[in-house]
């Protein structure tokens, strides 16, 4: 139990606004171990912090300047700058369906060449839900550990799929805290393969999973995550 990270999911949004630097130092401040992130890129090729492809007046952030974004939404730089103390799971968002989808990575590039210069890899974890996003940051920036985000895997696909991770360099499997079982954690776990869930914010869901041996719990509420891991909650 004592290993179990907690990561404020897009800081701690519960307190604050989501994807914020004010959510990511409250996420500090509160004791999380870590915090997760959303990275999209603008038609300028910043990096900036926000979760959906468009912004609430509808503009695509792919297609907008920076110059143009609302102010208190944050970029990598800065917003890696108010995690300061945790450990940082960088979503690339990179999905098929979304109107930004790049097959080429340019994104995934781009964030590995920042964090090359910023160093401090051991404090960084990329995720995508595009398997191919995270393949190719193997290549690109090998020293930064790399999960694969996605609803879930099917009991059949279990050993497959934590044998490709384990075989590929990944450090871990995201799946959605609902279709997380005890036997997905064991198989994940004899391939070397850690298992952090997302997003979960019921205390009694948090220590099944705990008591399961997952990993990390990715939640709006760190403080109450915190909470059932010391036995307060």
């Given amino acids: 139990m004592a290993n179990v990270q907690v990561i404020a999911h897009r800081g701690a949004s519960k307190a604050e606004k989501e994807n914020t630097l004010a959510a990511f130092r409250r996420a500090g401040e509160m004791g999380s171990h870590a915090v997760e992130l959303d990275v999209r890129r603008t038609a300028d090729g910043r990096m900036a912090i926000h979760h959906d492809a468009a912004l609430a007046d509808g503009r695509l952030i792919f297609q907008t300047h920076s110059s143009e974004l609302p102010a208190d939404l944050p970029y990598l730089d800065e917003a890696l700058d108010a995690c300061a103390g945790m450990w ?3 979503e690339i968002k990179n999905y098929p369906q979304d109107p930004d989808f790049d097959e080429t990575d340019m994104l995934a590039a781009t964030v590995a060449r920042y964090l090359e210069k910023r ?7 990329i995720s995508c839900f595009h398997r191919g996003t995270v393949d190719a940051m ?3 920036r090998p020293e930064v550990r ?9 009991p059949e696909e279990y ?10 360099g990944h450090t871990a499997l995201h799946p959605y805290f609902g279709h997380v079982t005890k036997e997905c ?15 979960v914010d019921d205390p ?6 705990v008591q399961w041996g997952i990993d990390g719990l990715c939640t709006n509420v760190p403080d109450i995550a915190l909470a059932v891991l010391s036995g307060r909650a």
């Fill in 204 to 209: 009694a869901k948090m220590a099944e999973l």
């Fill in 88 to 90: 940082v799971n960088i």
């Fill in 159 to 168: 050993e497959k799929t934590a044998r490709s991770l384990a075989n590929s």
């Fill in 146 to 154: 790399t999960a694969w985000l996605t609803m879930g895997v099917r």
């Fill in 119 to 125: 160093g401090d890899d051991h404090r960084w974890l």
């Fill in 138 to 140: 193997r290549t690109l």
């Fill in 185 to 199: 954690i064991d198989v994940f776990h004899s391939h070397g393969v850690q298992v952090n869930s997302w997003t």
